[in-house]
């Protein structure tokens, strides 16, 4: 159980192009999701909590019209790198919760690569 | 601000050993802790969730819990080279108003020797 799908695994794309991140929890609904992005031999930092229905709230320093975020339903959420550039190429992970200070499951993750 | 440490290592123990990783952190707020084990190139995989003082076993996992030390740690006994990861701790608080994301450490590299 607890199962989390994100899409596509891998990216590499042009420079100013926009991706799409999909993140779904298959086996559970997901009370919130998050998402992470991991720079190499760094640890996970929190980017955005994503709850349904409802606007995305953006860690400090995260940019939320450069990081859009789309929480349609409680099993589905999506982030899009608008514009991208070479420094947003990174690890980026979502995960999702079913209740409130439970264990999250993460998402097999998302390597973006621009060129 | 909440911070989570972690020694990065790498810490080396012989197969079959117990492995003791270590983790403290700022926020005594502080309600939930994972160990997530991570290998190179791969998402979080979670290890074991602890939310009280004491001792949860799992295995060939224990979760120790401190709130008063602020201190979490994670054995391994009996430890085999598919256990060699990083591991890394998170805790995260819950305000009332809706899930908090995990504040992580940086990781400890472990690494079993055959």
């Known amino acids: 159980g607890a199962v989390v799908s994100q899409h596509p695994s891998r990216v590499i794309c042009k420079s100013g192009t926009s991706v799409k991140i999909e993140c779904r929890s298959l086996d559970f609904q997901a009370t919130t999701m998050f998402w992470y992005r991991q720079f190499p031999k760094k640890s996970l930092m929190l980017m955005a909590t994503s709850n349904e229905g409802s606007k995305a709230t953006y860690e400090q320093g995260v940019e939320k019209d450069k990081f859009l975020i789309n929480h349609a339903s409680l099993t589905l959420s999506t982030l899009t790198v608008t514009s991208a550039h070479p420094e947003d190429s990174s690890f980026y992970i979502c995960?999702?919760?079913?209740?409130?200070?439970?264990?999250?499951?993460f998402g097999d993750g998302t390597r973006l690569s621009i060129l | 601000q909440k911070e989570v440490e972690q020694n990065s290592g790498p810490l080396s123990v012989p197969e079959g050993a117990i492995a003791s990783l270590n983790c403290t952190y700022s926020?005594?707020?502080?309600?939930?802790f994972f160990w997530y084990r991570q290998y190179s190139g791969k998402s979080p995989e979670l290890i074991m969730s602890?939310?009280?003082?004491g001792d949860k076993e799992d295995g060939r996992f224990t979760a120790q819990l401190n709130k008063a030390s602020q201190y979490v740690s994670l054995l391994i006994r009996d430890s085999q080279p598919s256990d060699s990861a990083t591991y890394l701790c998170?805790?995260?608080?819950?305000?009332?108003?809706?899930?908090?994301?995990?504040?992580f450490g940086k990781g400890t590299h472990l690494i079993i020797q055959p």
């Open positions: 602890i939310y009280s003082n």
């Open positions: 998170a805790v995260t608080f819950y305000s009332g108003g809706g899930a908090d994301g995990l504040t």
């Open positions: 995960s999702a919760t079913q209740t409130h200070g439970g264990p999250q499951h």
């Open positions: 926020d005594r707020g502080s309600q939930s």
